[in-house]
């Protein structure tokens, strides 16, 4: 991971999440495509329309930003509609896609992939229940393999047990709120009511 770039300003593709055009709301990211050699992301795959859907792809030059929460693309909705239906031949991703530790036999799912904001390249990504009812962060130098459906890992029960948690930005948001709540002591003025009463 490029230690010049911090955690909160990678691009983060959380499968579900809405996407944005210029000129509006238009569907939600199903897919990310990576280019298996590099591990940078080349495509990603929005579905749009509710009862007719379609997954069209877009190259990775289309997003403004990605967070958590959603995706910024720099085209119209009609642009996006009329984007290619073909499905990249490399390294195809989505929320079924398996994490599969070869040392220990435990699978989960993909839930999240962060990339380096210019380069498109895999930082990190997240695995949903490779450890039981947890989310964990997985840096991109543990993994061994990236294929369509399928990214393994070769590690240690201990190595995967110290790895951390991942908690999504608007958690941290939410904790860090918290303490400031609880730090400042409230202050309630009651002059004004009881003027008013008197």
Known sequence: ???????????????????????????????????ASTRCLSHVGVRVGLFFSKTVYLPFAAVVSASGEGITLKISRAELSSASQQAPSEALLNSKSVIRNTITGAKGLLELVAVQPESGELAYLVAHNLRSGQDTLLRQEVLAKLETGLITIAISEAQLQAFPPYRSDQELLHDVEKILFDLAPLHVRFSWYECTRG
């Open 1 to 35: 991971m490029d230690k010049m770039t911090s955690i909160s300003e990678m691009q983060k593709f959380r499968f579900g999440c809405k996407v944005y055009c210029s000129d509006g709301e238009e569907g939600v990211l199903s897919h990310v495509c990576f280019a």
